[in-house]
T-cell receptor, first 112, second 119 residues
């Protein structure tokens, strides 16, 4: 089955700096990669996703890049703000709508 | 839009009792729902995939007789933890695949979770 590894497990950045989270996956057939943000005690919320036919996708301060050859994808948050503090999870699956395999999560702390 | 609710939000029970958790899609129909458990400061681990009108598909290592899943309607799936023990204490989260009506059919929308504590 699929295995997703996520690094780092914790990330502390100064407000205004960028944050980068990296994930690797094992199943070369995976082609849909969503990212979820989970605030303490709340539900995970989809913030951005990417499919394998695209190398990069951007939505305001958030961007995701995908390298299918190397089987890794990354989340980039620019101009971080305190409200970006949360746990971020990457995930992978062979087809959007199928079951997801999640990474271990990254706890991001944005210091004012 | 795409609201998924869970009930109860938290529950405390005695060891050996059974607990039922409900997952509802409030503004869309969901033929497929997923059940996860999440231990403190850990990731979401898929327990089972629930399809309306058919038996759930359990992940390896998940006891189907202990975690009973029923998806009797397009808006409701239930998870029953039978003969609960302290090691079953966890955060249980469901998700539902968007069912059209303007919501993405390829996206999992998550419920707020249910915190189960077994004494």
């Amino acid at each position: 089955g699929e295995n997703v590894e996520q690094h780092p497990s914790t990330l502390s950045v100064q407000e205004g700096d960028s944050a980068v989270i990296k994930c690797t996956y094992s199943d070369s057939a995976s082609n849909y990669f969503p990212w979820y943000k989970q605030e303490l005690g709340k539900r995970p919320q989809l913030i951005i996703d990417i499919r394998s036919n695209v190398g990069e996708k951007k939505d305001q301060r958030i961007a995701v890049t995908l390298n299918k050859t190397a089987k890794h994808f990354s989340l980039h948050i620019t101009e971080t703000q305190p409200e970006d503090s949360a746990v971020y999870f990457c995930a992978a699956t062979r087809a959007a709508g199928n079951k997801l395999t999640f990474g271990g999560g990254t706890r991001v702390l944005v210091k004012p | 839009g795409a609201v998924v609710s869970q009930h109860p939000s938290w529950v405390i029970c005695k060891s050996g009792t059974s607990v039922k958790i409900e997952c509802r899609s409030l503004d869309f129909q969901a033929t497929t729902m997923f059940w996860y458990r999440q231990f403190p400061k850990q990731s979401l681990m898929l327990m089972a995939t629930s399809n309306e009108g058919s038996k759930a598909t359990y992940e390896q290592g998940v006891e189907k007789d202990k975690f009973l899943i029923n998806h009797a309607s397009l808006t409701l799936s239930t998870l029953t933890v039978t003969s609960a023990h302290p090691e079953d204490s966890s955060f249980y989260i469901c998700s539902a695949l968007g069912g059209g009506q303007g919501f993405r059919t390829d996206t999992q929308y998550f419920g707020p979770g249910t915190r189960l504590t077994v004494l």
